[in-house]
């Protein structure tokens, strides 16, 4: 178990550079496995997801290498592998390997994903998308098998019953191979759909639609990289990131922004009185004094992200009056209240509605960090917080946030990661 240690209590000032988006990324590396050359992608977060990622590219026999921040992948002498619930369990994007599997050979047995325990998940538009394409979809001693008939995956029309990023990508990832017309319907509009079909769509894919409630698909037989592709900015980070200069920063530039990505969140910014100085590709922070609270309620894209409702707490805690916040998306996404509570702050929830009353002064603490944005709410808040705070579990704010001590250290924070990590 790592620890990150913060003695904060003091203002940060300087600049920071977002990296390359997370859920972009978990996305685009199973989806590399579709492909029949080699892949490179550029502006790859250095997280440990990335890392979990690659181990199960081994077990498939995909070599890959990273240096900075280019991944180079190589499915060309890819097999079939079952991919065992122990990988797969502790990381649940590794589902995306399903669709992609499925898309490649026909076939997947994946063991049953896990990830952050933010309430349940199910995956159940994921299995109808691939019944609606043809295949057979069980569950046997843990593990979901997926099988097609002789003729393969043909294309279908495909009702999601909830918009779904995963099952969205799932599906696009099956069906870009099937032969025929595919056609998903309230599907989600997140910019990392958009910028997974771009990538399939540079190596021959056919995918239109995305960032609409319909995406239509037409099934190829071989797709072939030709160039790098660059991923979009992380959003979520970029997000985390305002947030922690709003709340503790004394004027913070934060670079490598698409804002149109964050219109919702930073809407609320400015409904709390925040000032900001929106650039070309980069928000400039000032001090904040008076701030004011604000009610939220997360929504799919392009509403406020429920990524954001943690990392944005800390801010809401510096307001005067009363906030809240309610979860759509995941209603029970609330393990950083108990731990921000021993830090002094005064949040409640009851029936899925968190009340958050500011002006509460921090004191550093002893706190765990049960997932990953609940880890980014405590390393903001132990940045506002006078003395010393501990956060146990900070390997979960590593799965999530590309190289954050050394980002932090650049913004004066005085922090320190307890353990050896090689992302750090």
Known sequence: MQKLVINGGKKLSGEVTIGGAKNSTVALIPAAILSDTPVVLDSVPQIRDVKNLRSILQDMNVSSSMEDDVLKIDPTQIHFAELPSGKVSSLRASYYFMGAMLGRFGKAVVGFPGGDDIGPRPIDQHIKGFEALGAHVENKHGQIIITTPNGGLKGAKIFLDMVSVGATINVILAAVKAKGTTVIENAAKEPEIIDLATFLNNMGAVIRGVGTETIRIEGVDSLRSNNAHTIIPDRIEAGTYLSLAAANGGGILVKNIISEHLDAFIAKLDEMGVNLDIGEDSIYVKEATNLKSVNIKTM????????????????????????????????????????????????????????????????????????????????????????QTVINNAENILRGYDQVVKKLRALSADVALVGTDDLI
């Open 300 to 387: 799919p894209y392009p509403g406020f992200a429920t990524d954001l409702q943690q990392p944005i707490t800390p801010l809401l805690m510096q307001a005067s009056g009363e906030a809240m916040v309610i979860d759509t998306i995941y209603p029970k996404r609330v393990k950083h209240i108990t731990e921000l509570n021993k830090m002094g702050a005064n949040i409640t929830s009851e029936d899925d509605l968190i009340l958050v009353r500011g002006g509460a002064h921090l004191q550093g603490a002893e706190v765990s960090a049960e997932e990953i944005r609940a880890g980014a709410c405590l390393m903001i808040a132990g940045l506002v917080a006078d003395g």
